[in-house]
């Protein structure tokens, strides 16, 4: 099992920046890669971004590239998601996620998720 804890949600305001930080501890040698998903209410998690357990590789969905960016510090078995001008649409429930995905942006290749932490972003 790999347990997944984030951190750093938050209220902020349009345009504001928050960085989310997810720390993995258990049988991390398990997963190969660690990814950011979002949802909205009502909706299904949507893939936000990923990075592989080497920093090697990283994806983003259209909707945040240029905006945000996932980094990994091994030494903590964590992961950050760096989000700048942030926009309403980027209100939503973040969910960390670990696993062995052959892609990282497909949801269902990932077996562990952490809790998640809210994101509101008043305009």
């Known amino acids: 099992q790999v347990q997944l804890v984030e951190s750093g949600g938050g209220l902020v305001q349009a345009g504001d920046s928050l960085r989310l930080s997810c720390t993995a501890s258990g049988r991390t040698f398990s997963v190969s890669a660690m990814a950011w998903f979002r949802q909205y209410s009502g909706k299904e998690r949507e893939f936000v971004s990923g990075?592989?357990?080497?920093?090697?590789?990283?994806d983003y969905s259209d909707s945040v590239k240029g905006r945000f960016t996932i980094t990994r510090d091994n030494a903590k078995n964590t992961v950050y998601l760096q989000m700048n001008s942030l926009k309403s649409d980027d209100t939503a429930v973040y969910y960390c996620?670990?696993?062995?995905?052959?892609?990282?942006?497909?949801?269902?290749?990932?077996?562990?998720w952490g809790q998640g932490t809210q994101v509101t972003v008043s305009s």
């Open positions: 996620a670990a696993g062995r995905p052959l892609r990282l942006g497909v949801r269902t290749s990932y077996e562990f």
């Open positions: 990075i592989t357990w080497t920093g090697r590789i990283t």
